[in-house]
């Protein structure tokens, strides 16, 4: 079955990622992309973009990592797909602020925000008030990022996530 083997594509991806071995997952994520377009499948094809933008991002490809963030988020609005749109907004988020386009980070950024506090998404609001935060020190608005950060220990408490708490700290 068609899809079956598309989404082993996808797991095998997510194991050569966790490996380290990035080539290995792109073309994993690649194959999956393939076959979830040859099934029609948007969600599949949506997803394998994600993934597929984080692989880049990690090997320093930002163009085609945007590229296929952009992708994403294009699907995931055409299907209604809320949390699609969260998810790639944040990675958009993310990918220009480590490319120092911090204007367009925080637009992504904010977007992510909004759209994790309407689906009461903790995770989701505790990545971007931290990453906000981030965003908040690169400009020198100290007291903004200390506010930022303060909510996003917030969420991790709530969540119990200590990891997070103690770099909040």
């Known amino acids: 079955d068609e ?25 994993c994520y690649q194959k999956s992309l393939e076959l979830y377009r040859k099934l029609g499948c948007r969600q599949g094809v949506a997803k394998s973009n994600g993934n597929l933008g984080i ?9 085609q990592s945007r590229e296929r963030f ?5 699907i995931s609005e055409e299907l209604g797909d809320i949390r699609g749109i969260s998810l790639a907004q944040g990675n958009l988020g993310l990918l220009y602020l480590h ?12 977007i992510k925000r909004q759209l994790s506090e309407r689906m009461g998404d903790r995770l ?7 990453s906000i935060g981030d965003l908040k ?18 969420y991790a408490e709530d969540m119990d996530n200590y990891q997070f708490t103690i770099m909040a700290l």
């Not at 598309?6 to 073309?27: T, V």
């Not at 952009?70 to 294009?74: F, H, M, R, V």
């Not at 989701?124 to 931290?130: E, I, N, P, V």
Request: aromatic content about 14%; glycine content about 10%; overall charge negative.
């Open 55 to 63: 692989m880049y991002a990690k090997l320093g490809d930002y163009a």
């Open 70 to 74: 952009q992708t994403l988020l294009e």
């Open 99 to 110: 490319t120092g386009d911090l204007q367009k980070a925080m637009e992504s950024l904010g």
């Open 3 to 27: 899809m079956m083997q598309s989404d082993m594509m996808m797991n095998f991806g997510f194991f050569y990622e966790n490996l380290g071995q990035h080539l290995k997952a792109i073309e």
């Open 124 to 130: 989701g609001m505790l990545q971007a008030m931290g």
């Open 137 to 154: 020190l690169q400009w020198g608005s100290y007291q903004e990022a200390y506010l930022c950060f303060e909510e996003a220990r917030h």
